[in-house]
T-cell receptor, first 111, second 114 residues
């Protein structure tokens, strides 16, 4: 059973455009993490959000954690080709226990 | 942040044989996790490996098929036994990284069974 619904599944945009990826669940998570994965590599952690309502910014990336700690979003401003990759959200079950992953969003940014 | 070295990076194996995948972490991690992933898709947890105890397997995965070793806090292996083409996938290990406040992954092993 997929606890985390991630949308959209695929996103193709032009360089300079903005994009948002959503991650929703009916379950409450102790924390939620976002990863980016490129072909032939393992997922790389982008951010961990822990507090309901939390907003974190990493350069052009903005992450939000819902007040109820059931949903999250990733917003990229002025996307660049280097942002291309598979974006995965993952919710931690319990205190730093195993992760439940969303289905992933494949993002393609063309020059 | 912690670095996990995973090997082999890829292999092509005959059905009925076994392959052991190794993960070496450059720092101590309490729990390590083994995942399976189809290219471009999400990760499915196979098992959680703790030092000094048997691994805990997720539904659909059994120890006879995927035996795991965890001899110390920096090393773990996953064996894919009696392989069939259905086992063709990417296998990834992961560990909690205190310094990074998140999970660090190995670069994956792309397994093809013919």
């Amino acid at each position: 059973t997929q606890l985390l619904e991630q949308s959209p599944q695929f996103l193709s945009i032009q360089e300079g455009e903005n994009l948002t990826v959503y991650c929703n669940s009916s379950s409450v998570f102790s924390s939620l993490q976002w990863y980016r994965q490129e072909p032939g590599e393992g997922p790389v952690l982008l951010v961990t959000v822990v507090t309901g309502g939390e907003v974190k910014k990493l350069k052009r990336l903005t992450f939000q954690f819902g007040d109820a700690r059931k949903d999250s979003s990733l917003h990229i401003t002025a996307a660049q080709p280097g942002d291309t990759g598979l974006y995965l959200c993952a919710g931690a079950v319990g205190s730093w226990g195993k992760l439940q992953f969303g289905a992933g969003t494949q993002v393609v940014v063309t020059p | 942040s912690a670095v996990i070295s995973q090997k082999p990076s890829r292999d092509i194996c005959q059905r009925g044989t076994s392959l052991t995948i190794q993960c070496q972490v450059d720092s101590q991690v309490t729990m390590m996790f083994w995942y399976r992933q189809q290219p471009g898709q999400s990760l499915t947890l196979i098992a959680t490996a703790n030092q000094g105890s048997e691994a805990t397997y997720e539904s659909g995965f059994v120890i006879d098929k995927f035996p795991i070793s965890r001899p110390n806090l920096t090393f773990s292996t996953l064996t894919v036994s009696n392989m069939s083409p259905e086992d063709s996938s990417i296998y990834l290990c992961s560990g909690w990284d205190n310094g990074h406040y998140g999970y660090t992954f190995g670069s994956g092993t792309r397994l093809t069974v013919v």
